[in-house]
């Protein structure tokens, strides 16, 4: 069993900043690519920003140039960091993982953590 823990959540007036973690563990033998999500009231979930194993971003236009992924393999953790925060990314993010538990079988499952709450405050 793999889980992802989200946290560094929480309310931040417009403009500010947020550094949002989340940490993989279990059963991991590797992780491929890792991202974040969001999910506003009312709205689909979008994807925020991707990072592979080999270190290669992107990220949604709504947030580029405000927004920074990154990772620490030896930690099977990734990371975003949320500058000038606007009211629109009021959301519960999501963090999500290709994991492969096993290198015999090299099984790929796509693994999500529980969400934690983005709240910019105009």
């Known amino acids: 069993q793999v889980q992802l823990v989200e946290s560094g959540g929480g309310l931040v007036q417009a403009g500010g900043s947020l550094r949002l973690s989340c940490a993989a563990s279990?059963?991991?033998?590797?992780?491929?690519?890792m991202a974040w999500f969001r999910q506003a009231p009312g709205k689909q979930r979008e994807l925020v920003a991707t990072i592979t194993s080999g270190g290669s971003t992107t990220y949604a236009d709504s947030v580029k140039g405000r927004f920074t992924i990154s990772r620490d393999g030896a930690r099977n953790t990734v990371y975003l960091q949320m500058n000038v925060l606007k009211p629109e990314d009021t959301a519960i993010y999501y963090c999500?993982?290709?994991?492969?538990?096993?290198?015999?079988?090299?099984?790929?499952?796509?693994?999500w953590g529980q969400g934690t709450q983005v709240t910019g405050s105009s």
């Open positions: 999500n993982a290709e994991v492969i538990s096993s290198s015999w079988t090299k099984v790929v499952r796509d693994t």
């Open positions: 279990g059963r991991i033998f590797s992780i491929n690519a």
